[in-house]
């Protein structure tokens, strides 16, 4: 069982668009068992179209298309599915007074485009949108299935959940997952893979795969199964072991992100959070935030990114900024230790660097970035030194934060290095 | 002169990478007047990497190949490349000394494999990669180009801007902009259609194509030119009529985001700005402090997330949050203004909303924002009605602000709807 996802619009292929969908396809249909042999990015243009829906279903049983089903006449696949399966268009009675009642709850005007919308091929099965006002289509022809979803992300999402997870189970029975994943933070690539290389073999032996994905900050290590098959307790196995090797580097596993397991341990604690940020401004404490049920443990923070601010809102005097610097470990435990009052919390995380591209010195270059925890205990600090790129940099910092406060959690002994 | 691009790695396919490479490469290729015919993304497979050399050389002059240049045991394409040029790895001593120099500056041990990313095709031209550790490969055969990138993103980048740049450019011959682009914000897609209908038979009558690009929040209006030339003075036009007939709504153009736009006003009249988050925690403040430079005009914020914090940090009167609510005009308005006082800065932006999924009421349903703006002339506020969705919701309410904010500040006047 092949799928292939095709993704159509100009706006990708001249990258004004990121094509997020066909990396969140990727996941439900692996999650699914349903392996993805190719992505395609084609152009607006209706013979491009429709030699991709040939090429494709010639190579797979499962077409998966997105974009392309929006009200404006930019938007042509709809007349393109059409043509290839020789059908024509008819209003939708049930689409069209969804349509209408989607208008109404937004107090807004129903325009002769949007009644367009209700139009669809006669041929394909209606797969409901209520989310938005361009429904799904199923095709289903000799053997091989063909999709047409809107291209806006949470539309597709909700439609591929609803209308086509249930129809594909039926039709191809689910399998096992056949990858697994386990996530560190803070770790390279290389020097990971350098420990990891007896094991390659042993877990190359067990017929299993094992691959090492960068990004910034992070390496996730996928060990995946060819036969569809893979064994738990073998995963367990590798993953206890990395753990013990690296306990402050081995943060999750699959899917998690690192400011969920750490928002899981502050809850299994009852303990509460809050921030100090100078160059961060604000996205250590966001990435709380994103986390729905965050209000149980993150309180609030103080975003401390002028001096001023520093010794107004987070009590740091002005003799230690003068004399260490903003970017210190004497400024970086000040503004955790008194935030921590501030803000009436068990545990303050507070960060100061140079994310650059300026600020930096010979002694303190671009990347150069200080990070305290402060608990009823006291204070742990420690300087991180990332690259020279500023939006890295920033990235890279609440990573690094996040894992440092969840070394401090869990009692893990953070050696320096 | 057209260009495909094909990303290789089964982490893209199965959705653990975001293919973030091609929509960049896809930006910048454009930039050169460059089209882009098709995206694709295939398996570490050598078989399917071999068929997608052969297929694209036969349908492009110019591929651009990512991915599978790490140092680990899952790659393979550098292999694969001297299969399909009949050729062999030999190490080039230039990028061993450069990959010897690369582990000595950051005090990491240099590894076997990091020796074998030296070993590079004989009959490719070497692109130096300063950033990292595995160079990129041009190879130039039959009058078609090949070129071979790592997959890391800002290593891509680095290699792109400076070895490939220049050799294109001398290849071909750089053309003007294809495409022009101007920026919305709080419109809705159709609604804007319908406003621009009569327009779009005037720029499709001069030869140019227009397509709306929504994401949340936003719709990009791309005009284009298929014959490669636009006319400025045409789309400046556009812009102008635009701008007077939803001046808060067109905020910019081109890549320009919100936060830069709103950063370059404040620069431009010297003010200072500062937030008091509550849903967005932080996110509003990150957006500013995202852009280099920031530091001239964003001094740092409160983050009131819970109830007690808006009490003690923000000034907020327990009595006011008990009346009112914390998600309500009064709230976010004293947020605002007392705010302004803590942070002592020309400009306060507030924000209290029910992101959810939980905390909606029939009254205040989830996705109900209050935004503020607070100067020296005192505070307006808004509320804002968005979706059920928390990430979305974080996400619009941040460019709410920030757009809310814009308007303030060009004085331009918001009439409620």
């Known amino acids: 069982m092949k799928a292939i996802l095709v993704s159509i619009g100009d706006e990708l292929l001249i990258g004004q668009t990121i094509n997020t969908n066909a990396s969140w396809l990727g996941q439900q249909l692996s999650r699914l068992g349903i392996s993805i042999s190719k992505v395609l990015t084609i152009s607006d243009d209706k013979d491009e179209i429709l030699k991709t829906f040939k090429s494709t279903l010639s190579e797979a049983e499962l077409v998966i298309v997105t974009g ?18 020789d059908t024509e268009l008819e209003i939708n009675p049930q689409v069209l007074a969804h349509v209408k009642s989607f208008f109404e709850k937004r107090n807004r005007p129903m325009l002769e485009v949007n009644i367009q919308q209700a139009a669809l091929p006669k041929k394909c099965t209606v797969l409901f949108n209520e989310q938005g006002t361009a429904p799904g289509m199923w095709f289903n ?35 096992e997952l056949y990858y697994k994943t386990i996530l560190t933070q803070g770790i390279g690539e290389s020097y990971l893979a350098d420990h990891m290389s007896e094991w390659e073999n042993e877990i190359r032996a067990e017929g299993l795969g094992l691959a090492y994905l960068p990004s910034p900050g992070m390496v996730k290590l996928r060990i995946s ?49 809050g921030t100090i940020e100078s160059c961060t401004g604000g996205g250590l404490a966001n990435s709380f935030v994103q986390i729905a049920g965050s209000s149980n443990y993150f309180k609030g923070g103080l975003l401390t990114y002028s001096n ?29 230790l008194n935030g921590r009052k501030v803000l009436e919390v068990d545990y303050a995380v507070s960060v100061s660097g140079i994310a650059g591209p300026d600020g930096g010195t010979e002694e303190k270059p671009v990347g150069t970035v200080w990070i305290a925890v402060a608990d009823q205990n006291g204070v742990i600090s420690k300087c991180f030194h990332l690259g020279d790129q500023r939006e890295r940099n920033l990235q890279m910092s609440v990573l690094s934060a996040l894992n440092f406060l969840r070394c401090r959690l869990l009692e893990i002994n953070l050696e320096k290095k």
């Open 68 to 85: 392309g089903l929006g009200p404006t006449k930019d938007d042509i696949t709809k007349h393109t599915l059409c043509t290839f399966f």
């Open 141 to 175: 022809e000799n053997g091989k299935v063909l999709i047409s979803l809107p291209g806006v992300p949470y539309e597709m999402k909700g439609i591929f959940n609803k209308e086509i997870v249930p129809r594909l189970s039926e039709l191809f029975p689910l399998k």
């Open 225 to 273: 199964s060819s036969n569809g098959k893979i064994d738990d307790s073998k995963i367990e196995n590798y993953f206890q072991r990395l753990t013990a090797r690296f306990p402050q580097h081995v943060y999750g596993r699959e899917e998690e992100t690192l400011s969920e397991v750490v928002g899981r341990i502050l809850h299994a604690k009852n303990s509460t959070v």
């Open 308 to 336: 001023e601010l520093k010794n107004k809102l987070a009590l740091v005097p002005n003799a230690l900024i003068a004399n260490f610097g903003a970017v210190s470990q004497e400024v970086v435990e000040s503004m955790a």
